[in-house]
Every structure is written in C-alpha cells, then in structure tokens.
C-alpha cells in the first residue's frame, strides 16, 4: 500500500509538439522508431511511435503553444533504454549523424552508459544501456552512480558494426525513465515518493532526487538544476505527460488510497489513473498491457 509495486515500469511518453511531421522524422530517423498508430482529437493530431509493437513517445500537435522554457518545471530528458550496447551504439550513431540533433555528452554512471542529445524542439533525450545489477554499488542502502567521462567515439568504434545498424527499429527499445525539472526537491519527494509510491534510490546528488520501484537505479529523477522556484508551468510545448505502467488493477486501487491520504485530486477511468504533479504535469499509471489504441484515446 505504502509503495508502488516492484514490477513498475515507464511507459510512453507524451510530448506537445508544434512541427508533427519534421518531429516524426526525427524520432524515426535519428532513433529509428517507427509510426505505430495516430488519431484526430478536435484540432489535436496524436502520432504515436515505438520499436516493434513498444510504444515509446506520442506526439501531439498544438502548433499554437509556444516553445519549450529551459527554466521552467518539465522535462529534463526522457531516457530510452536499449538492451546492449550494440543496440545502444547504432541509435547513438543515428542521432550523432541526424542535422537535426544536438550532441549535448556522454557519461558513464557506473550503474549505466548514456548519452544525450536536444530534439528539434528542444526536448532533452539520453540514450542508454544498464550494466548488470549485479555490478552495482551501494553504500548505506544506496545506489551509486556518478558521471564520469565516456569517450563516445571509442564507445562506438567498440560496438558498433553494421549488422545492428541494419536492424533499425528491429531492435528493441523501450522509455527507462523520464528526469524531471522541478521547482523543488522536497516538494517533488512529497508526491512522487510518498503519493506515488516511488522509493528513493539516490539523494547525494546536490539539487536532485532518483526514485523508482523494484530497485531499479530510477524511473524518475527530479532536478532543480536550471528550474530552482519555478511555479506551475504555463502551457507550452514539450512535455505533456509521464506515463507509469503497473500490473492490476490492485495498483491503481493502492495508488487511489495514497493519493486519497494526501488530498491529491485525480481522475480514474477503471484502467488508468491520472493526477498532475505540483507544477501540473501530468502523471498517469495505467495497468500493464494498454493498447496504441488505448494509449490515443
């Protein structure tokens, strides 16, 4: 009840977009996902994307919202999750080649291997690879990880070959986890650590909190890097919302009764429950198994 179930994951994550057709061809291109499914809501366009049948990003098209704010609560990167660094090393090489993407680094987190970039439209993304749990390290029950430097062209003249290049959107991939700009830490523990159910991970990084569930290194993180005393975001483009999967309906029932314990309002539709965030970005958890069709609607 206290906490979210261990087998939690993210799910696809939303983003307002006001270029749906050069943004498509970005994500297909530089991370070689494919248009899975789309649909008309009034003016709205939502285009959803994945590898294999895996939704890992919808794009919704309000051209009419203005640009990203780098300084405002939102997002600070979504994060996909490749499972080996073959897989890793041909989308990094993808985005590194595409005109469109922004190399921002690369970093070696002893728990993972990660490099980021900015989309066109200036949402930040990491592209990653867990090293095994096994080689993680704790210290006083958490987990460690650090940014140390990750030479990204030897990182692909080691793994890349073009077999795994050829394969494109064959290999899977899926959302690890989303990192958040927030306008403060504390705030942002109380509603996804103690409402939600996430359990902290990592706390020794100055202005910043990694939670998940499970044990997994995180599934969310939240900042306050460049967004320190932000208040509730103002419509824009960007991000529109976190998704988190979980396996029954016996969690959405668990999450109602938290949510319920912390005055937190919501809204609940027998397969998903949805409730912003204090800087009023949207949440949803939604039982495991949601179709392209459901995710649309």
């Known amino acids: 009840m206290d906490s979210m179930n261990p087998a939690a994951s993210m ?5 307002r977009v006001g270029d749906l057709e050069g943004m498509s061809s970005y994500y297909a291109g530089a991370l070689a996902l494919s248009p899975l499914e789309e649909r008309v809501h009034g003016r709205e366009v939502h285009r959803v994307l994945g590898r294999g049948a895996t939704p890992m990003v919808r794009l919704v098209h309000t051209p009419d919202l203005p640009g990203v704010d780098p300084r405002q609560a939102g997002l600070y990167h979504t994060a996909f999750l490749f ?7 041909a989308t990094v090489y993808r985005s ?3 005109p469109r993407s922004r190399f921002v680094g690369s970093s070696d987190h002893l728990v993972s291997e990660a490099f980021y970039f900015t989309d066109p439209e200036g949402n930040g993304i990491e592209l990653y690879t867990d090293r095994p749990r096994a080689e993680w390290g704790y210290v006083n029950g958490e987990i ?6 990750l030479d990204a062209n030897a990182y692909l003249q080691r793994h890349l070959t073009q077999e795994v290049l050829d394969a494109g959107p064959d290999l899977s991939g899926r959302v690890g986890h989303v990192h958040l700009q927030v306008g403060d830490v504390q705030v942002a523990r109380a509603f996804y650590v103690d409402a939600l159910g ?6 020794g990084y100055p202005g910043a909190l990694f939670a998940s569930a499970g044990g997994y290194h995180h599934h969310i993180a939240m900042n306050v890097w460049h967004s320190a005393g932000a208040g509730p975001r103002a419509a824009s483009l960007g991000l529109g919302d976190v998704a988190v999967s979980v396996p029954a309906r016996e969690d959405l029932d668990a999450l109602i009764a938290r949510l319920s314990t912390h005055h937190l309002p919501f809204a609940d539709d027998g397969r998903a429950v949805r409730v912003d965030d204090p800087w009023g970005t949207q949440v949803t958890v939604a039982v495991a198994g949601t179709t392209v069709d459901e995710l649309l609607a």
């Open 11 to 15: 799910d696809a994550v939303t983003l």
């Open 198 to 203: 996430f359990e902290s991970t990592a706390t």
């Open 83 to 89: 499972d080996d660094p073959a897989s890793l090393a």
């Open 96 to 98: 590194a080649q595409n």
């Open 144 to 149: 460690q990880m650090a940014t140390k430097y």
